[in-house]
T-cell receptor, first 115, second 110 residues
Framework: GAVVSQHPSWVICKSGTSVKIECRSL??????MFWYRQFPKQSLMLMATSNEGSKATYEQGVEKDKFLINHASLTLSTLTVTSAHPEDSSFYIC???????????FGSGTRLTVV | DAKTTQPTSMDCAEGRAANLPCNHS???????VYWYRQIHSQGPQYIIHGLKNNETNEMASLIITEDRKSSTLILPHATLRDTAVYYCIVRGEAGNKLVFGAGTILRVKS
């Protein structure tokens, strides 16, 4: 149990376009979902926390107008990278949590390359 | 949430136990210790978590010291597939988010 599906697994887009990444909890309802970014040979950096039906909470230094997060249901959160630039190329990972002391389940990640 | 300190890297012989330490000296009473690992270019995989008592599951054992200021993750019989970055994270229920440190690169060698 506790499976999180992230799609797409990789995407290449042109500079200036927008890219949407989906994160779905397949067999549980996620009260909270998290989005991370990871650059090569670095650790995961938390970007934002999203709760179903409310606005996402962004970490310091993360542009909320550039990284749009929507958490429309208890099983789906999306991250849209708007007006992507080459410096946005990274590995984006989502995580879902059921609440309480349970473990967090991570998606398999999305490799974004902006050319 | 409490900060954790882990060694940068460790080596372990295949078939032997891998013991990964973690210091979390500023942990507070309601904060859990979580362990995750990340194999290259994949999402982190949950291993185990605990509050006060030692925990064991099919993957590993978690030993938490009595004062809770440190813990050890034990992989009883390491295999080459256990080569990964291992993250020790402390999280309180109220905080709700997992903040990753640098982790420990574990290399299992044959």
């Amino acid at each position: 149990g506790a499976v999180v599906s992230q799609h797409p697994s990789w995407v290449i887009c042109k500079s200036g376009t927008s890219v949407k990444i989906e994160c779905r909890s397949l067999d549980f309802q996620a009260t909270t979902m998290f989005w991370y970014r990871q650059f090569p040979k670095q650790s995961l950096m938390l970007m934002a926390t999203s709760n179903e039906g409310s606005k996402a909470t962004y970490e310091q230094g993360v542009e909320k107008d550039k990284f749009l997060i929507n958490h429309a249901s208890l099983t789906l959160s999306t991250l849209t990278v708007t007006s992507a630039h080459p410096e946005d190329s990274s590995f984006y990972i989502c995580s879902a949590h059921r609440g309480g002391p349970y473990g967090y389940t991570f998606g398999s990640g999305t490799r974004l390359t902006v050319v | 949430d409490a900060k954790t300190t882990q060694p940068t890297s460790m080596d372990c012989a295949e078939g032997r136990a891998a013991n990964l330490p973690c210091n979390h000296s500023t942990i507070s009473g309601n904060e859990y210790v979580y362990w995750y690992r990340q194999i290259h270019s994949q999402g982190p995989q949950y291993i185990i978590h605990g509050l006060k008592n030692n925990e064991t599951n099919e993957m590993a054992s978690l030993i938490i010291t009595e004062d809770r200021k440190s813990s050890t993750l034990i992989l009883p019989h390491a295999t080459l597939r256990d080569t990964a970055v291992y993250y020790c994270i402390v999280r309180g229920e109220a905080g709700n988010k997992l903040v990753f440190g640098a982790g420990t690169i574990l290399r299992v060698k044959s």
